[in-house]
């Protein structure tokens, strides 16, 4: 399974972090990007893009894949304490409640409400 095969099956777009709400489907333009970032055999992605092309929500999807295909640990860096709180709780956590399998695999330590 591709990282953009488990996003389309598996990933949410929760309302607290997103425009729109809903299912995520992958664009044309982010297949490769993605199935980039979720191959063993590239070790670095380098993008240049524009902003609101949907980078946070697609990094977010990879690593859901991570977590519930192939057990991976993932660390994101933010530039300062602050704004790694701010993305964990609007952005990881947000989307570890929306997503089963991935709720399922948090073991209870993501805030339900």
């Given at each position: 399974m591709t990282a953009v095969e488990w996003a389309d099956q598996n990933y949410y777009l929760p309302k607290e972090s997103s425009y729109g709400e809903g299912e995520w489907k992958t664009l044309p333009f982010q297949i490769a990007i993605m199935n980039c970032m979720g191959n063993d055999q590239v070790r670095t992605v380098n993008l240049i893009k524009s902003a609101r092309v949907g980078y946070t929500k697609m990094l977010l999807g990879v690593v859901g894949y991570f977590i519930e295909h192939k057990s991976r640990?993932?660390?994101?860096?933010?530039?300062?304490?602050?704004?790694?709180?701010?993305?964990?709780?609007?952005?990881?956590?947000?989307?570890?409640?929306?997503v089963p399998c991935l709720k399922d695999l948090s073991h209870g330590w993501v805030v339900t409400s």
């Open positions: 640990n993932s660390l994101l860096f933010q530039p300062t304490d602050s704004a790694a709180e701010d993305f964990m709780k609007s952005h990881v956590e947000a989307t570890i409640r929306n």
